[in-house]
């Protein structure tokens, strides 16, 4: 291939399971394909729902299954999935006959790695968290290059480290579009805009800590605030009852399909730390809160918290401390101090990496030319 990559060149992404391993794989599409290659996209059924609009020539659905936890008779049924996604996988591979093969992380992405592995077809894995998770772990000794969302990642063996090519967490256009909007400092005694999100669905953690959090805050406090939230249909009601009584500015909804630019909008951030959250935060370069998600077997979504709170760009509370109290003290500092926020935003910006799509694109071109 030419350093422009050939125009017949076919890459097939694997990819699956959440909006944080999908969001990335359309990066890469968005970005492979602007350089003229053919991209296709292979997932689970539970997933194949949600790929419409997707950047990719074709789209296909090979079966998988997550054997970790359950019973055995549920970890043997999802190993026999497993081994029939990779039956499945090898006859699409076969078929497709890509230059490359990229998977995304989560179990969907097994059946296809590994079959690409045995037809020696040149493979990439992308981690997107401060943490392996499982499924690429276990795929660590058995594909070619292992791209990295973070520059150090905890988990892997001497031999998979050796293996690792820091790129960043690709971003979609949309989150690149946002990180033009400069961020706008909050006066003193000026409004203050919370932007609160949970994951694809909102979090109920949310709407039981935020509504009486701000209970807590004076009226001349609550004044100030301006808060737009996600939350679930169930909560919605009881959530809009309190901000209405308290007379707070709000906008509420269980998804917003403009999320990076509300995230622009901001001047700060209430949410969990998937790696695809940090990874726009860095990128759009906002100040936040993260609360992690509890019961992680990794902890990745601690770890990629920590790596902003490190550099002053956030503050990390646990789920078990996320308290009406404990929140309503860090809004009252932040409100007596906006300053703080400016500060946190302009250090969350040098943790991004906007071109993480290119640098993933051209490690991709390069497997494909070394093979």
């Known amino acids: ?16 399971g959440t909006g944080g391993h999908l969001f990335p794989a359309e990066a890469l599409s968005h970005a492979l394909r602007a350089r003229g290659l053919k991209v296709s996209l292979v997932t689970d059924q539970r997933a194949f729902a949600f790929t419409d609009g997707f950047p990719a020539d074709t789209v296909h659905a090979v079966a998988s299954g997550t054997p970790s936890g359950g019973s055995l008779m549920a970890k043997a049924k999802a190993a026999a999935s497993i081994v029939g996604g990779v039956i499945a996988a090898r006859t699409l ?25 045995m037809l020696k077809i040149p493979t990439i894995v ?15 000794g058995r594909v070619g290059v292992i791209a990295t969302g973070f520059a150090e990642v905890g988990g892997l063996s001497e031999a998979a480290r050796a293996k690792c090519v820091h790129v960043g967490n690709p971003v979609r256009p949309a989150v690149l579009k946002a990180a033009q909007t400069p961020f706008q400092p909050p006066e003193l005694l000026g409004d203050l805009h919370l932007l609160v999100f949970g994951g694809s669905q909102g979090a109920r953690v949310m709407a039981d800590v935020l509504p009486p959090t701000l209970e807590q805050l004076a009226p001349t406090e609550l004044a100030r605030v301006v808060i737009v939230q996600q939350a679930r249909v169930e909560d919605d009601r009881r959530v809009r009852m309190i901000y209405e009584r308290l007379g707070v500015r709000h906008e509420i909804a269980p998804f917003f399909q403009d999320l990076p630019d509300r995230m622009a909008k901001a001047q700060l951030i209430i949410g969990r730390s998937g790696a695809s959250t940090v990874a726009e935060l860095g990128v759009i370069g906002r100040p936040s809160i993260l609360v992690p998600l509890p019961g992680a077997l990794d902890q990745d979504q601690t770890a990629n918290a920590r790596s902003l709170e490190s550099i002053g760009a956030a503050t990390v509370i646990l789920q078990p401390d996320f308290t009406p109290n404990r929140l309503a003290s860090e809004l009252r500092r932040l409100l007596s101090n906006p300053t703080s926020l ?8 040098t943790a991004g990496i906007p071109d993480a799509s290119g640098r993933l694109a051209d490690l991709v071109i390069a497997t494909a030319q070394n093979a």
């Open 126 to 140: 992308h981690e997107q968290n401060a943490v392996v998770g499982r499924a690429n772990r276990f795929l660590s």
């Open 342 to 349: 400016t500060i946190a935003a302009a250090a969350a910006k």
């Open 93 to 117: 591979i076969s078929r497709l006959k890509p230059d490359v093969v990229v998977g995304f992380g989560g179990y969907p992405t097994v059946p296809p790695l590994l079959a690409a592995a």
């Open 1 to 16: 291939m030419s350093d422009a990559a050939r125009v017949d060149s076919n890459v097939l992404l694997a990819a699956g």
